[in-house]
């Protein structure tokens, strides 16, 4: 019996595996949906509000996005808030049925509460993953954010945010 070397098996086996069109994704891409944010304040809090974003893709795997949240808490008695403006590259993988996506931000935050408020510098590191529901439509299953921060002189760089939601997709084909 003659044997087939495993080289060529594997090529054979790749080569009849779907795969996805090279071509093909979204121009723009709208998000909207729930976001907690975890912040160490002494004592460690859940935030909660929303988030929203929108990415303009200029490559199957490469785009912009401008990303936004809010969160809001009462502690102690008193009513905080929390607001997200950041903005960045973001690296996409593409199949049929999901895409997954890293991204770098960088923008601002606003905090406070009863009367205070302070901004600063802020960077996002995360990614996250869409499941899609439709040809113009996926469900964001899961966004994961670091989100260190430079306030009034200080680095902060315990506070992270997850989201989820859904994305609207608009153009290409």
Request: hydrophobic fraction near 40%.
């Amino acid at each position: 019996m003659r044997r087939v070397p495993s080289g060529i098996v594997c090529i054979l086996v790749l080569a009849s595996l779907p795969l996805p069109a090279q071509n093909t994704y979204p121009k723009a891409e709208i998000f909207g949906g729930f976001s907690v944010a975890s912040v160490a304040n002494g004592d460690r809090e859940q935030l909660y509000g929303w988030q929203a974003g929108v990415a303009g893709n200029f490559h199957r795997n490469v785009g912009l996005v401008a990303d936004f949240g809010g969160q809001y808490k009462d502690i102690e008695g008193i009513s905080v808030h929390a607001y997200e403006y950041l903005f960045g590259p973001r690296f996409s993988v593409r199949a049929d049925g999901a895409t997954g996506f890293l991204h770098a931000l960088f923008g601002g935050v606003s905090a406070g509460g009863e009367g205070l408020s302070e901004s600063g510098f802020m960077m996002g590191f995360g990614g996250g993953v869409d499941v899609n529901a439709g040809s113009r439509i996926a469900v964001r299953v899961i966004q994961f954010d670091w989100l260190p921060s430079r306030v009034e002189g200080e680095w902060s760089k315990s506070e992270f945010r997850v989201g989820f939601g859904i994305v609207i997709k608009a153009g290409g084909d």
